[in-house]
Nanobody, 117 residues
């Protein structure tokens, strides 16, 4: 079992920046997380991938956030961070941390990001 805890959401004006962080933990032995990522769900819409990153640092971004968001990871600390710049109102939603480990997906509870126009 892997537990994920997000932090860093909040209210920001359009054009502003936010940083989301997620830390993974487990009551079992050493964590071996292949991919960590961020998804978001806007009101009335399906959950969508924002960005993810593998253990070796290979990144993948949704087209809508390329050039504005940056994902990074610290394998030693089991953390993943999402730097969000030039935020737009359409970036509003609940952001979920995701981890893929031992053939399973794990999810955090989410953190709300609201971008006002």
């Amino acid at each position: 079992q892997v537990q994920l805890v997000e932090s860093g959401g909040g209210l920001v004006q359009a054009g502003g920046s936010l940083r989301l962080s997620c830390v993974a933990s487990s009551s079992s032995s050493i964590l071996n997380i292949h991919t960590m990522g961020w998804y978001r769900q806007a009101p009335g819409k399906q959950r969508e991938l924002v960005a993810d990153i593998t253990q070796i640092g290979r990144t993948n971004y949704a087209d809508s956030v390329k050039g504005r968001f940056t994902i990074s990871r610290d394998n030693a600390k089991n953390t993943v961070t999402l730097e969000m710049d030039s935020l737009k109102p359409e970036d509003t939603g609940v952001y979920y941390c995701q981890a893929y480990s031992a053939l399973r997906d794990y999810w955090g509870r989410g953190t709300l990001v609201t971008v006002s126009s």
